[in-house]
């Protein structure tokens, strides 16, 4: 089985600083992992996913995720928060048995103060 | 392109009502998912398709019936709802079921209100 785990249901910051939203994964296979952004009242938005190719993989709106097996963790990064990026985030797991069935953890509402 | 159209984009309806949600892909996937998500919480995976049939369904209560017609469409009717079941539903869709690499995209939602 799969599961995720995002530590961290509220992550608040000011403009300009640093953005980390933290997730961890457990499962049997090598996972696929994947962060997704929900805006208000909206659907939810492919950030970037990781299917074995590279560690370090890059985003849409400056953002990142660096995949680390011996932690079994895929952290969320963006260098400078703007107050556009104030949303939910999701991050979600699939593979083995699970075929494209994503698991997601408990999701984290990031907050950007002025 | 790499949008998933859902319609309605908000609904209300009595528990005797008979209503349907209606969502339209045209990348060519072959996967499509109804997910049903509550305030403050995550998408819950109800159904998937693959190549026009029901592979999953996550043990939905028959009030919510889906249906294919075809690669590009996926309805969901609902008939006799609760208002336990007022939330957004969401429609996503996938090159493919299988492998697990395929990332879902996901449509606007529908809002559902159930009075």
């Known amino acids: 089985a799969q599961s995720v785990t995002q530590l961290g249901s509220h992550v608040s910051v000011s403009e300009g600083a640093l953005v980390l939203l933290r997730c961890n994964y457990s499962?049997?296979?090598?996972?696929?992992l994947f962060w997704y952004v929900q805006y208000p009242n909206q659907g939810l938005q492919l950030l970037l996913k990781?299917?074995?190719?590279?560690?370090l993989v890059k985003g849409i709106n400056g953002f990142e995720a660096e995949f680390k097996k011996s932690e079994t963790s895929f952290h969320l990064t963006k260098p400078s928060a703007h107050m556009s990026d104030a949303a939910e985030y999701f991050c979600a797991v699939s593979g083995g048995n699970a075929g494209n069935m994503l698991t997601f953890g408990g999701g984290t509402r990031l907050m950007v103060k002025p | 392109d790499t949008e998933v159209t859902q319609t309605p984009k908000h609904l209300v309806m009595g528990m005797t009502n008979k209503k349907s949600l209606k969502c339209e892909q045209h990348?060519?996937?072959?996967?499509m998912y109804w997910y049903k998500q509550k305030a403050k919480k995550p998408p819950e995976l109800m159904f998937v398709y693959s190549y026009e049939k029901l592979s999953i369904n996550e043990s939905v209560p028959s009030r919510f019936s889906p249906e294919c017609p075809n690669s590009s469409l996926l309805n969901l009717h609902l008939h006799a709802l609760q208002p336990e079941d007022s939330a957004l539903y969401l429609c996503a869709s996938s090159r493919s079921w299988t492998g697990g690499y395929s990332e879902q995209y996901f449509g606007p939602g529908t809002r559902l209100t159930v009075t």
């Open positions: 990348m060519g996937h072959r996967a």
């Open positions: 499962s049997s296979v090598p996972p696929y």
């Open positions: 990781y299917t074995s190719a590279a560690t």
